[in-house]
């Protein structure tokens, strides 16, 4: 009765939403904070750096975790994990490319290893989602997407540290540049990583690691490609 039962239950519900991805492509996972314009309250702006630290703390541990992963990018409150399963016919996909649960443990292992970093009295959560994306220059333009958003962020960010929002209402980037030179203040001179965002990935030795001081992707875009290419 009981072996009956489970078979039914699993095939007509759990099975019925069973999503498997596409193989012998690029997956590319974001996990982003959820709400964290409110977890980030009382935190330094416009750049908290060891809420950054965890973020990549958090990446570092994923990267390590998941079968297949490339390369991730982070920026804000979010960070981005290329995986690929073309290396050879057989390479393996994370989960055998079940969605439900790659998407669930990357937001698990991502949220645990976050709150081991950030020791904090509020809950800290993340989503993840997944999108597959066939062509190489599609993922590139995916990557440099992300880097813009990171430096118009960045830009709102010290903005709204030295304005009301009120005051920065309707201006274009432009005008926001020229109101932070009015305070003496230059985005430009900002650290790299907070205009540009950061990146995770593997040294020559094969290990993950960390790095603070990657390119803008548009100018060069072997960074990005020298990470695509087999
Ligand atoms: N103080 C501070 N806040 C940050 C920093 N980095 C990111 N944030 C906050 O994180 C928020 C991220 O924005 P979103 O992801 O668009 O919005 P959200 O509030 O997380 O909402 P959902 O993602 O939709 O759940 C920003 O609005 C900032 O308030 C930082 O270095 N310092
Ligand atoms: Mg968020």
Not at 34 to 52: I, N, W
Request: net charge neutral.
């Amino acid at each position: 009765m009981k072996d009956e039962l489970g078979s039914r239950i699993k095939q007509y519900y759990e099975d019925a939403l069973r999503i498997q991805l596409p193989r012998q492509t690029h997956v590319v996972l974001r996990i982003d904070g959820r709400s964290f314009h409110q977890f980030t309250k009382g935190l330094e702006r416009p750049y908290c750096r060891p809420l950054a630290d965890a973020l990549d703390q958090a990446a570092l541990a994923l990267c390590t975790e998941m079968t297949g992963c490339r390369f991730a990018y982070g920026q804000s409150d979010e960070y981005s994990f290329l995986l690929t399963d073309f290396e050879t016919e057989k390479s393996p996909l994370w989960f055998d490319g079940n969605l439900q649960k790659i998407v669930s443990v990357a937001a698990s292992v991502f949220t645990a290893a976050f709150a081991r970093a950030f020791p904090c009295p509020k809950l800290a959560s993340f989503d993840c989602r997944a999108m597959v994306i066939a062509q190489a220059s599609e993922v590139e333009k995916y990557f440099i997407w992300r880097q813009l958003d990171a430096s118009a962020n960045s830009l709102n960010m010290l903005a709204s540290a030295h304005y009301s929002h009120e005051e920065l209402l309707g201006k274009s980037e432009a005008e926001k540049h020229d109101l932070l030179h009015a305070k003496g203040l230059n985005w430009a001179k900002e650290p790299a990583d907070f205009k540009r965002g950061r990146a995770v990935r593997r040294k020559a030795d094969g290990v993950w690691a960390i790095d603070l001081e990657i390119p803008i992707f548009q100018r060069e875009l072997n960074y990005l490609r020298s990470l695509l290419r087999l």
